[in-house]
């Protein structure tokens, strides 16, 4: 069973940068994907950045090369940086863990406003 505990979240100012984290309360070594995932009150959940276990990372076309998606294994921690923030993405952005045998874990969602 895996934990995801998401922080990081807030207001910011366009421009400005946020680095979110995803602590996961038990082994993350098994996942065949990582993910941060964002959404939008009466909006689809929609996928931000993922990491694959092969190491090959994908982010979506609103956020590539402003957004980086990467893990700490010592820490058991994923994370998002968050550079050039824009208004259009404010959204509760969420953790997701994919394992190699078909559990998906959640967390809970960390709030990130960008308006100055």
């Known amino acids: 069973q895996v934990q995801l505990v998401e922080s990081g979240g807030g207001l910011v100012q366009p421009g400005g940068s946020l680095r979110l984290s995803c602590a996961a309360s038990?082994?993350?070594?098994?996942?065949?994907?990582i993910s941060w995932y964002r959404q939008v009150p009466g909006q689809q959940r929609e996928s931000v950045a993922t990491?694959?276990?092969?190491?090959?990372?994908n982010y979506a076309d609103s956020v590539k090369g402003r957004f980086t998606i990467s893990r700490d294994n010592a820490k058991n921690t994923v994370y998002l940086q968050m550079n050039s923030l824009k208004p259009e993405d404010t959204a509760v952005y969420y953790c997701?863990?994919?394992?190699?045998?078909?559990?998906?874990?959640w967390g809970q969602g960390t709030q990130v406003t960008v308006s100055s």
């Open positions: 997701n863990i994919k394992t190699i045998i078909g559990s998906n874990y």
């Open positions: 990491l694959m276990s092969t190491g090959l990372t």
């Open positions: 038990g082994r993350i070594f098994s996942f065949n994907s």
